[in-house]
């Protein structure tokens, strides 16, 4: 269950470390087009040459793939869900759970709706902090932060990695890494909320409902017992700060969307980005991209 109290609360302490984000990227971003590329989704592919048959090309690409369209249903699904807050307060909420002989019946199935209720928000605890665009895009945002380039080629590999590509765990090991260099108090949110234990418990479904618990079944020898017993109350904190997240995350980019239009209106509606490639070859060199009124989105095309 959602409720505005809580949501409330964590986007007041919240909010003023995405502002902080946003004027650190500004600053310390190696180029001052990175951030654009962050919110464009600047990526290199390996395509096959028109001018050299049989040989393969580096190709830059600016702009939504498949991924931002599986972000989009995710967004879809979980703005639907956030429609379904309510304006109880939580304390009071839990005061209905205290033990009632002549209530027992009613209190039995509170258990059971607010159990099942807890298993869809997995679903979307799942979508957040396993979507490729959210994690990309916010470990874009973590190399900014620290003064490193904006990575052209990074990819989320499965198996056998490509060239600059690295398995999920690392992207994620690397983001909490940078952001406890470069903003340390966002980090502690994100350790607080993201827990690879719980994830991992969610997606294999290892886990039970007991009573106002949920007792994680993928423990393994010498690992603490308080990962793996969470009680409803530590769920709500762990939910309400991911959904807090995720909200500031799309307010973060419509922010800096505006600010790139905004400035771009000096310089004829254009700005210069720099593409930085390692692999094949070190290879660096600029390129222009325009935007347009309204839609404020962004091309290597001139609007005509």
Known sequence: MLFKEILDERYAALSPLFDELFNLALKR??????????????????????????????FYNIGPNMEYHCETANHNFIRQYIRSVVDMPYEEYKKLHEYCDERQEEIDELQFVESN?????????????????FLKKIYQ?????????YDWHLKISFGKAEA?????????????????????ALNEVFERVHRSELRNAIAHSQYAMLGRNIILDNQRPGQPDEKFHL??????????????????YEMFFQRVREHHYQVSKEFHYKKEVRVN?????VKQFHIVLYTREHFKDWSPYPNR
């Open 231 to 248: 009680t409803f109350d530590q769920w709500v904190d762990i939910f309400h700060g991911t959904l807090t997240i995720f909200t500031l």
């Open 277 to 281: 490639r390692r692999f094949p070859e």
């Open 29 to 58: 971003q190696t180029h001052s087009g990175d951030l654009l590329l962050a919110l464009e989704n600047g990526f290199l592919t390996e395509e096959p040459d028109p001018d050299h048959a049989g040989t393969v090309k580096m």
């Open 117 to 133: 209720t807890i298993q869809v928000e997995m679903l979307i605890y799942m979508k957040i902090w396993e979507g490729e665009t």
């Open 164 to 184: 600059g590509s690295m398995p999920r765990h690392q992207l994620i090991r690397e983001l909490k890494a940078n952001l406890e260099k470069g903003l340390p």
């Open 141 to 149: 945002l973590s190399r900014l932060i620290t003064g490193q380039d």
